[in-house]
């Protein structure tokens, strides 16, 4: 089958690894099953991979991808979560010590067909095409779980979302604005800021920008260069909830700030197959449909992944096998 792979790993040029080519069909264990993939979005997880972040050398060449949406063996619509839990676990997949995601353990999802365990499987919802579908496991199921389930802002809340043309931070804004919060997002381009007001953003600020007043929450997915503005953002009390850092893993911890504006800082990765389910029905009682910069056939791959590394991208990139 066309596959695109992790051939190698390197921080310096994770695109040199980047293989698209045949790969052998899966052939599914117990409790597994083969998924006819129809769609399958790009996180900036896979250029992870790529770079050789939480990805066994050992295990190349691996299919990369998290995300799919596709039909199971039963002929059934469905959309693949990608948390797979270890042998024998039960409760919240995230919180399993030995959890992977696919792409790191097992093949992912860049392929015409993906094996998965059964109960990784949801049903996808029937307003979504495959290619909204796709991009739901991983953008807008960990941005449902910060928004939802950790930041403890109520509707009528004030949040901020830094870096709005990410995947997970455009879901976030559509999430926020559908469901009675004030949204307000930074973003480097005024692109994209346009972009997030017309998918409900209240207001839109240049990075850094000082804001009319302090806010309830802020989301983090952009690390050391948005980190201090989001704890000069939050009001004593507020909650930061942090899933991701594009820009690097060791920000200045501010702990004064911290401490004296008795800030919560709550890390946040993912969300179960229950919150996946959710955030489907949520998506068709709200017509929503996740932002989608460009849909590419999966041979056209490494475009794909080019755009997301140079940051030009506002929402989700999307591969069609
Ligand atoms: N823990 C989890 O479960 C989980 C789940 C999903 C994602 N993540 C992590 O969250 C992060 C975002 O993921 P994603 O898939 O949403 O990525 P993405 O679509 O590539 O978005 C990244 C965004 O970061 C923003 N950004 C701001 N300043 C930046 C800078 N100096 N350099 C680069 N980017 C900058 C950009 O927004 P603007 O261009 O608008 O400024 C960009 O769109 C990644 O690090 C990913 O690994 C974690």
């Known amino acids: 089958m066309l596959a695109v792979s992790a051939g190698s790993v390197s921080s310096d040029d994770p695109l040199g690894g980047l293989v698209v080519g045949e790969h052998p069909d899966p052939h599914p264990p117990e409790g597994w099953t083969n998924v006819k993939v129809r769609a399958a979005s790009l996180n900036h997880?896979?250029?992870?991979?790529?770079?050789?972040?939480?990805?066994?050398?050992?295990?190349?060449?691996?299919?990369?991808?998290?995300?799919?949406?596709?039909?199971?063996?039963?002929?059934?619509?469905?959309?693949?979560h990608s948390v797979v839990a270890s042998e024998g676990w039960s409760g919240d997949e995230t919180l399993d010590p030995k959890r992977t995601l696919l792409s790191e353990l097992h093949d992912g999802t860049f392929a015409q067909l993906v094996a998965v365990p059964r109960r990784n499987l949801v049903p996808k919802p029937a307003g979504l095409s495959f290619e909204e579908a796709a991009c739901l496991p991983t953008a807008w199921l960990t941005a449902y779980r910060m928004l939802f389930s950790n930041s403890g802002v109520r509707p009528g809340g004030t949040v901020l979302v830094q870096g709005a043309g990410g995947g997970v931070a455009s879901a976030l804004v559509m999430l926020g604005a559908a469901t009675g919060y004030r949204v307000w997002v930074t973003s480097r381009s005024e692109g994209k800021r346009t972009r997030a007001l017309e998918l409900g953003a209240d207001r839109a600020f240049e990075p850094d920008a000082r804001l009319p007043e302090?806010?309830?929450?802020?989301?983090?997915?952009?690390?050391?260069?948005?980190?201090?503005?989001?704890?000069?953002?939050?009001?004593?009390?507020?909650?930061?909830?942090?899933?991701?850092?594009?820009?690097?893993?060791?920000?200045?911890?501010?702990?004064?700030?911290?401490?004296?504006?008795?800030?919560?800082?709550?890390?946040?990765?993912?969300?179960?197959?229950?919150?996946?389910?959710?955030?489907g029905r949520l998506c068709e009682l709200k017509g929503l449909r996740p932002p989608i910069d460009r849909v590419l056939a999966l041979a056209e791959a490494r475009r794909g992944f080019e755009a997301m590394e140079r940051g030009e991208l506002f929402g989700k990139v999307v591969f069609v096998p």
């Open 45 to 80: 997880h896979d250029l992870w991979t790529l770079r050789g972040v939480g990805v066994d050398p050992a295990r190349l060449p691996i299919v990369l991808g998290c995300d799919a949406a596709g039909v199971d063996s039963d002929g059934k619509e469905v959309v693949v």
């Open 214 to 279: 302090r806010v309830d929450a802020v989301f983090e997915t952009v690390g050391p260069a948005t980190w201090s503005h989001s704890l000069k953002a939050l009001r004593p009390g507020g909650t930061l909830v942090v899933s991701g850092a594009t820009t690097g893993f060791n920000p200045p911890a501010e702990l004064n700030r911290v401490y004296f504006l008795q800030l919560r800082i709550v890390g946040s990765t993912m969300g179960n197959v229950q919150e996946l389910a959710e955030v």
